[in-house]
Nanobody, 126 residues
């Protein structure tokens, strides 16, 4: 059974930083996509950053240069380092995992991912 457990959310002032963590267990495939997504009550879930089993990353234009996705394979943990946070980054952040599509890069579309964590709230105030 695949489990994804996020942590690290919180409230920060604009310009601050947070690091989200996603502890993964039960995913047995050696080829996979993992990613971070976010959603607000008024917007659809959107992809923030993805990483494949070869550590190729993809980052949404809205966070490029500010957010970095990485993983610690030994700890089975995915991270999202968020710097220079803006109020518009306020959202529930979700970790997700799914099969590799063999594209050499993992898509930002949520529909590709079939395992999801429970989410961690990030609130950025001005």
């Amino acid at each position: 059974q695949v489990q994804l457990v996020e942590s690290g959310g919180g409230s920060v002032l604009a310009g601050g930083s947070l690091r989200l963590s996603c502890a993964a267990s039960g995913y047995t495939s050696s080829r996979y996509c993992m990613g971070w997504f976010r959603q607000t009550p008024t917007k659809e879930r959107e992809g923030v950053a993805t990483l494949d089993s070869d550590t190729t990353t993809r980052v949404a234009d809205s966070v490029k240069g500010r957010f970095t996705i990485s993983k610690d394979a030994a700890k089975n943990t995915l991270y999202l380092q968020m710097n220079s946070l803006k109020p518009e980054d306020t959202a529930m952040y979700y970790c997700a995992a799914g099969p590799s599509l063999g594209l050499g890069i993992c898509p930002l579309q949520p529909i590709v991912y079939n395992y999801w964590g429970q989410g961690t709230q990030v609130t950025v105030s001005s």
